[in-house]
């Protein structure tokens, strides 16, 4: 995964920042579902659980938008959280034992845990599986 945002620094000098990253990331992710309708034709179900998720980052760059370093002030773009376990929430539809879409929620993780500076992401994932 790549990362990037733009923003102007909210701390003193106010000069407009590039931050980016690139990660790697391992889950697992228990979950309980359950159907709450269930025929041989349509399956709705809903599920919640949480992700075991471990980060590996690489190639951060916190600049100002001309590519110049960021001049000193005390945040810590770089101080990671390698693990974190968000919550997630799962819903879809199953038809006729074949085609299941869905959609799943993870909440907040936090990637970066400065005094100053502190970064999280959450998602919104969709899909769709065939069942052979």
């Not at 391992?26 to 034709?41: E, K, S, W």
């Not at 471990?54 to 810590?76: H, I, L, R, W």
């Not at 376990?85 to 539809?93: D, L, M, Q, W």
């Amino acid at each position: 995964m790549h990362y990037y945002s733009s923003y102007i620094d909210k701390v003193t000098p106010y000069v407009p920042i590039i931050y980016k990253y690139s990660a790697i990331s391992v889950a697992f992710t228990p979950q309980i579902i359950y159907n709450f309708y269930n025929t041989d034709d349509l399956k709705i179900f809903g599920g919640i659980g949480f992700s075991f998720s471990f980060y590996s980052y690489m190639n951060a760059s916190y600049t100002e938008k001309n590519g110049s370093p960021v001049p000193d002030n005390s945040a810590n773009p770089y101080y990671f959280i390698p693990f974190s376990t968000p919550i997630v929430f799962k819903a879809g539809i199953r038809l006729h034992k074949k085609f299941e879409i869905y959609a799943d929620y993870v909440s907040d993780s936090p990637v970066s845990d400065d005094e100053v500076f502190r970064l999280s992401f959450s998602s919104l994932q969709a899909g769709v599986n065939y069942y052979f």
